[in-house]
């Protein structure tokens, strides 16, 4: 390795680091603020503060990469071309691509690695991130016992103090209604004060009363009959609360397993070909179940069919011929079921119009595009004959209500599992599409500091925020879009990189032609020729 590819990466190491850092840290605070109030009073301790951070960090990482490449990319060439060694590096016969070079290689490893981070690091970290978000969500405050209010965190007790002093120790006026055994307030207990503290680590609350009485009922032995009474009066008693309803109890990660965050690429495509499936099969259901209810006018739902379901079962025969040649089997037994029914009722239907035609005259049938009302005592005298033939409480709109009731359940479902094969396909391909970011913001980043000229935090932070900002508006709408089905998945995840890429080439051209696009004094020029133009002109 050549000194000058040393140099270029000892100055960019260094802000990569840092603005990774800072762009997680960021990021992270804005996520975590979201969630605050779920920790608030539960005395979780700082190890599992830190663990939920640590793997909340990992959870960053996907959109830090790519915005801390572009941010300290613009600062190393932006420093080396206010310090002239950007110009030095170019008198000496070197072209801004072979500086780039060293670069653009470790971007290119970077984004290897960030493609595996989001295939197999972040997944698990997301799920031990969330199933301990979980758990800490379910778990219980800490014992917090307000002056003058009822008190019922510890289960089987209402504790009540009428003071409470500034040690968060010392209690007054103090009354325990004791419910334990689940036949109401059976035992009261009043103290003057009282003292309480922890033991065990935590696991037990002792409360220390000072000068009380203790009132209970017993059960009465013989049903109608008092219960006996009892008065205890005490100067100093004890009593011992489990804390175990406190501790937070962690939950099995595998429930948590086949949400889409928790998993690689791989399992990702294979749950969108096995949802897939599932629509398709679903698809089939409805069309091999309509002709039990529309048994009169669509026997022939072949003509129907959609091709998707077509091909499926064209597949299914290649693949597994024993099992289809049974289920060919079945639907031919249902479908001349369903043939001879209709038979027999188009056979009914003809014979008892044949025998109303011979004692009065056929009415010809109105056309159903022209009926605009209901008569209802006919609808009513047609549910009674429909009864009558069916020997049951039926009427006319129970089969049809039952059938759309059905069919619609059936779509609904079908609507929600190609919801989730959009969201999974989105899922798995944002995996790349994440990486592929980072080389893209490298290429707009490293020529766009070598035009401007300027390091520090000052114009490269803004510019990094204002393409961070259109990549991730652009990101974002485009998942949204995806997921709705208004867009392809492909085209929703890659939109982003494709817009900005061409941004990044352009760049690139003027940064090697060494151009003044961010200079005032060039722009003046410009609109000052543009005026001697028109002036001319007169």
Sequence with gaps: MKKIDKLILKSFIGPFLITFFVVVFILLTQYMLKYFDDFVGKDLGFSV??????????????????????????????????????????????????????????????????????????????????????????????????????????????????????????????????HSDK?????????????????????????????????????????????????????????????????????????????????????????????????VKSKRTIYRYTPRFFNMHMQEVEDIKPQTVVLWEELQKDTTKVKSDSADKKDEKLNNTDIESAKMVRNGSSKAKNKDST????????????ITSYDSALVAKADSVYAKRNRGNNNLVDKPRFAKNRLKGENRRIDQREYYVRSYGLEANSKLSQAVACIVMFLIGAPL?????????????????LFFIVSYVINTTGIKLGRAGDVNEIWAVWASNLILLPFGLFFLRQARNDSRLFETDYYAVKIAKVFKFFKREK
């Design 49 to 178: 503060f830190a663990e939920l951070i640590g793997y909340f960090s990992i959870n960053m990482t996907p959109i830090a990469f790519p915005l801390a490449v572009l941010l300290s990319s613009l600062m190393t060439f932006g420093n080396l071309g206010e310090h002239f060694e950007l110009t030095a590096i170019k008198s000496a016969g070197i072209s801004l691509v072979r500086v780039l070079r060293p670069l653009f290689v470790f971007v290119v490893f970077l984004s290897a690695f960030v493609y595996y981070s989001n295939n197999f690091i972040v997944p698990k970290a997301n799920l031990e991130a969330y199933s301990l978000l979980y758990d800490i969500k379910q778990k219980k405050p800490s014992i917090d016992i307000k002056e003058g209010a009822f008190y019922g965190g510890i289960p089987g007790y209402s504790i009540k103090a009428n003071k409470k002093y500034d040690d968060d120790e010392s209690l007054g006026d103090l009354i325990i209604y004791n």
């Design 183 to 279: 036949k109401g307030n059976t035992e009261i207990i009043l103290a003057d004060s009282a003292l309480m503290y922890t033991i065990l680590g935590d696991k037990y609350l002792v409360m220390e009363l000072f000068d009380g009485k203790t009132y209970s009922e017993e059960d009465a032995k013989k049903p109608n009959k008092p219960a006996n009474y009892t008065r205890n009066i005490f100067q100093h008693s004890k009593f011992v609360f489990s804390l175990a309803s406190f501790e937070m109890e962690r939950t099995d990660k595998e429930l948590f397993s086949s949400n889409r965050l928790m998993k690689n690429e791989i399992e990702l495509r294979n749950d969108v070909d096995s949802l897939k499936n599932d629509v």
């Design 359 to 370: 004692n009065k005259e056929q009415i010809e049938p109105t056309p159903y595009n022209t």
């Design 449 to 465: 500091g070598a035009i401007i000229k300027k390091g520090g935090l000052g114009f490269p932070v803004i510019v990094s925020i």
